[in-house]
């Protein structure tokens, strides 16, 4: 395993999630060339990628952000889960590749149009799609929900050595009634219990946040505090 160097800028920025907040966060020295073994053990230190940018929060004044996983293995369904999966029983499911990527911008361009028009991803542009989500380090898919020919939504995810990462869901906004993305959250979690992985990495849960919340509806969840993975109270 090559050596990690990883660097703290002094400047913070006004937080996207906690607007009372000021954040900052810890980046991997984007020079480097991350193998998956490498990806693993950043992921299990509460690192997260965009792009080819990893990173992990160290605000000055706040540790809200807090990394979370599925333990995939032993996945509880509950009744909301069940009816969702049986709701989306009529699509198909595919594991794509990056490349293959570009083909799904335009239903990237109206998900952040229409359900994000609030945030920094907006407007979008194809740049932007493409620095974000196809620029990766060679481990990276998209698990794709199809009915018949057409894309409902798309979760990017990483493929570590202890589970799956899940990077990014966007879907067709007036599908929203399908509950996309907590069907293709569900899917990988079932994808990774076929693959014998133990986990499926969330990202940050933040209290307080609304737009977080939802990661909080998977049980059994671990929780990174202190550098120690929990199990997180039901």
């Not at 028009?117 to 998209?142: A, C, I, V």
């Not at 979690?189 to 990661?215: H, I, R």
Request: aromatic content about 12%.
């Amino acid at each position: 395993m090559k050596q990690i160097r990883v660097y703290l800028p002094h400047e913070s920025q006004p937080c996207s999630y906690l607007p009372q907040q000021r954040s900052r966060s810890l980046y991997v020295d984007p020079r480097l060339e991350l193998g998956q073994q490498e990806l693993t053990l950043l992921s299990q230190n509460g690192f997260r990628r965009s792009g080819r940018v990893v990173y992990r929060p160290e605000c000055p004044d706040c540790n809200a952000c807090q990394s979370v996983r599925i333990q995939a293995q032993q996945l509880t369904l509950s009744r909301s889960h069940k009816r969702i999966l049986k709701k989306n029983q009529d699509l198909t499911l595919k594991v794509e590749l990056p490349i293959d990527g570009a083909l799904h911008y335009p239903t990237y361009k109206r998900y952040i149009s229409e359900r994000h028009s609030d945030g920094d991803m907006y407007p979008p542009h194809f740049e932007q799609y493409q620095g974000f989500l196809l620029e990766d380090f060679g481990n990276t898919r998209f698990l794709s929900a199809y009915l018949g020919d057409k894309l409902i939504g798309s979760l990017v995810f990483d493929v570590l050595d202890d589970g799956l990462s899940s990077v990014y869901c966007f879907f067709e906004p007036q599908q929203s009634g399908r509950s996309p993305a907590m069907f293709l959250i569900l899917s990988l979690t079932l994808l990774a219990q076929g693959l014998k992985l133990p986990f499926n990495y969330l990202g940050y849960q933040v209290d307080g946040c609304q737009k977080m919340a939802y990661k909080t509806r998977f049980s059994p969840l671990d929780t990174l505090i202190d550098d120690e993975w929990r199990p997180k109270p039901r």
